[in-house]
């Protein structure tokens, strides 16, 4: 690692920001200080940050009940709030959207038409019977009537539930057949890399397998109306169903690639909380700002941007490729909106360096002061060009956390220093740590990354599963009273966080793990190679390492590419690193959220299925994995 770190604050500016308002309310000097204060005395910094965030509802007298407990424990049990109140607090002439699909549609939302949007279908949803507890979903695009939608649901106390167009109609069966909703919002169409897809056939196909809904909307993608749903409604000042703390708010998904994804419920409060907390405090959202995440309403980004209306910030939506105009198309959006925080996944900042852009040079980017990357490990060299290439004055803030948590464990930290490579900070209020497999803590070493003592943000539970067996099974079974995660990582000297790749994809090659993301680390950065995937292959009563790529157009893998990749990956970590086997292939399988699939290559290099192809956003891509003979060679 770096001896100098990349990007420090100006002391100035950091002395303005949120993080450091409220360090100072609560007394401490330092971050480590405060993180220290934040996780031993959690049931104090929960409710302060509820009156630093100004919360609009009643956190009750008792804050926090069987804290020792994991899973178990109860945040705020007498609290009342209601999400959708505390995302509509401004009611003024201000932008609360702005939306893009691709460079064709363009569309503005004030803060006074959002509010009465939701009004409108706050009416209008109850008049089909919804109220409290029940299930709203959306199939659509990441559009301002899909914010609405959401408010609208959450303001009566019902749960909302979605899936972008990408979905497959299994897909999508298989996520909202269990949650059974009342109402489903669609799309007519959707733009994808300047084309238009109609999904009138794909609506009617989910809508014929779902015989739960009482009624379908669709909506308008270029003027984003409602048709007659709202209608017959005068929008007024929308009521908002005070619920319980804990009162489910939104039902996620996990990627489903080992069988029918899990239901994953998250509580209003703890969501709220958690995403002030990251927004106001790590992020250094501000009233004003023009807040951006390149995401899907497949991905929990979304749930974490759509929060954002929370601080007073406006939502840049983009709907379609990131690569229009070649990759320009984002960078225009930040100049024409002065965007303030450029959201994206490391896949992206990886493919825009190997297209050689440099927005540094075509755009002003005057007001962006944070650029923010999560989906997988972004590697230190991604670091170098997006201080190098896009902009050197900014709080570049890798994140990770997940579905799961629909938040991050580690982010990123406007008051620190950014280290080449590594995640900034803990997030406040979280007790993370690096566990070896005994259980025992890890500083500088690479361990699995759990959570040692409960937090709000925790899943109130998953759906359908009345005894608790599947959530305890999904977090709790290896270490007993503690949350892991499943990434494999290590924090460092500085306090920061490296992640080496997911733990249940870690490579055991004669006993020793190897994280995935220090292999594509050293791959990916020859030219030749677009992109890439290693399993570890049962072998001879041991585990050899084998790695697929995918190269550039009209190139193809010779000997001595080969023998370039395992003298760079080598030369640049250990012998134990080197793949036994290099192979192409044509592309490489993902998620719809972007994340590649090493388990589901794993098993079909074994022979093994993979239980939900519906959960790939390009699942013909493991047809190159299939009967490879070279993996039946010595």
């Known amino acids: 690692m770096s001896e100098q770190p990349l990007w420090t604050p100006d002391p100035a500016r950091a002395a303005q920001t949120g993080m450091a308002r409220f360090m100072q309310l609560a007394g401490k000097r330092d971050y480590a200080g405060l993180h220290r204060w934040s996780v031993e005395h959690s049931a104090d910094f929960w409710s302060l940050l509820w009156t630093f965030a100004e919360v609009r509802g009643a956190p009750g007298k008792r804050r926090l009940v069987d804290g020792d407990r994991m899973p178990g424990a109860q945040w705020f049990p007498d609290g009342r709030l209601n999400f959708a109140e505390n995302l509509l607090r401004d009611a003024g002439d201000a932008p609360a959207m702005v939306f893009w699909g691709e460079d064709q549609v363009k569309r503005r939302v004030s803060r006074r038409e959002l509010r009465a949007l939701v009004s409108r279908l706050q009416q209008a949803l109850r ?17 301002p009537e899909a914010v609405a939608a959401t408010l609208a649901t959450a303001s009566l106390g019902a749960i909302w539930s979605s899936c972008s167009p990408d979905f497959g109609v299994q897909g999508v069966l298989d996520r909202f057949g269990q949650i059974e909703p009342k109402v489903l919002f669609c799309a007519d169409r959707y733009l994808y890399g300047g084309k238009e897809f109609g999904l009138a056939e794909k ?222 900070s803990k997030g406040l209020g979280l007790a993370v740590e690096v566990f070896d497999e005994e259980g025992r803590p890890l500083i500088g070493e690479k361990g699995e990354l759990v959570c040692t003592r409960p937090f709000p943000a925790m899943p109130v539970g998953f759906w359908n599963d009345p005894d608790g067996a599947k959530y305890r099974a999904a977090y709790f079974e290896k270490y007993p009273n503690v949350w892991r995660h499943g990434d494999w990582c290590e924090i460092t000297k500085h306090g920061g966080i490296v992640i080496y790749g997911r733990s249940d994809a870690v490579l055991n090659p004669g006993g020793v793990r190897i994280g995935t993301a220090e292999i594509y680390r050293q791959v990916e950065r020859l030219d030749e190679v677009v992109e890439s995937l290693v399993i570890g ?28 990749i395992k003298k760079r990956i080598r030369d640049n970590t250990t012998p134990r690193h080197v793949p036994a086997k290099v192979l192409q292939v044509g592309d490489i399988p993902r998620t719809k959220s972007g994340k590649i699939v090493e388990l589901a290559v794993r098993n079909v290099v074994h022979g093994q299925p993979v239980k939900n192809v519906e959960a790939l956003a390009n699942p013909e891509a493991l047809e190159h994995f299939r009967g490879r003979r070279e993996l039946a060679d010595l």
């Open 127 to 143: 008049a089909e019977g919804v109220g409290k507890g029940d299930r709203v979903a959306g199939y659509l695009p990441n559009l």
């Open 203 to 424: 609506n009617a196909q989910v809508l014929a397998g779902l015989p739960s809904v009482r009624k379908t909307v669709t909506v308008r993608y270029g003027d984003g109306g409602f048709g007659d749903f709202t209608e017959r409604f005068e929008p007024g000042a929308p009521a908002f169903e005070q619920v319980e703390f804990n009162h489910p708010l939104y039902i996620l998904y996990s990627s489903g690639t080992t069988g029918v994804p899990k239901c994953i419920v998250h509580g209003t409060g703890g969501t709220l909380l958690q995403h002030l907390k990251e927004h106001r405090l790590h992020s250094d959202v501000d009233a004003g700002d023009r807040l951006f995440y390149f995401t899907t309403l497949g991905w929990m980004m979304w749930n974490w941007l759509v929060s954002g209306l929370a601080s007073g910030a406006t939502l840049l939506l983009y709907d379609g490729s990131p690569f229009v105009q070649r990759g320009r198309v984002l960078f225009d959006y930040a100049d024409a909106e002065g965007m303030t925080h450029f959201g994206t996944s490391a896949k992206y900042i990886d493919a825009i360096a190997k297209l050689n852009l440099r927005p540094k040079d075509t755009h002003r980017l005057e007001n962006l002061r944070a650029v923010l990357s999560t989906g997988s490990p972004l590697v230190a060299e991604s670091f170098d060009y997006v201080y190098r290439n896009i902009k050197d004055d900014v709080c570049l803030s890798s994140i990770s956390g997940g579905t799961d948590i629909v938040s991050c464990f580690v982010l990123g930290n406007p008051v620190l220093p950014v280290w080449r490579g590594e995640i900034q």
């Open 537 to 564: 292959q049962d072998w001879e009563g041991d585990v050899r390492v084998v790695l697929f790529v995918k190269l550039r157009d009209g190139l193809k893998l010779d000997d001595a590419l080969v023998a370039r």
